[in-house]
């Protein structure tokens, strides 16, 4: 079983700047060295997207438009941590936060490929 705990959500004021972590806990079952990660935003009343992922062995990253230039998305295999660091923050990144693994060796941002996911951390953005 492969468990993902995502921290470092928080409150900011607009412009300000946060770095979610996601680290993997595997009690059974393997993130392999080629699987892609992602992290995944829901915010209220809309239906859950893709912010950024990673595909490492190819050295690829995919963002979505309103976060491009802002938002970096980094992993450490060594430590089974999966980072996104956050800048110049809007109040349209208010969401909950869901870090995601176990994808297909190639990018992607389609939710249905990823095997495992975190519970969850708020990010609340105030203008």
């Known amino acids: 079983q492969v468990k993902l705990v995502e921290s470092g959500g928080g409150s900011m004021p607009v412009g300000g700047s946060l770095t979610l972590s996601c680290v993997a806990s595997i009690r059974s079952g393997y993130i392999d060295s080629m699987d892609s990660m992602a992290w995944f935003r829901q915010a209220p009343g809309k239906e859950r997207e893709a912010v950024a992922t990673?595909?490492?062995?190819?050295?690829?990253?995919y963002y979505t438009d309103s976060v491009k230039g802002r938002f970096t998305i980094s992993q450490d295999r060594a430590q089974n941590t999966l980072y996104l660091q956050m800048d110049s923050l809007k109040p349209d990144d208010t969401a909950v936060y869901y870090c995601a693994a176990g994808g297909p060796a190639w990018l992607t941002a389609i939710q249905k490929l990823f095997k495992y996911w975190g519970q969850g951390t708020q990010v609340t953005v105030s203008s």
């Open positions: 990673i595909y490492q062995p190819a050295k690829e990253t």
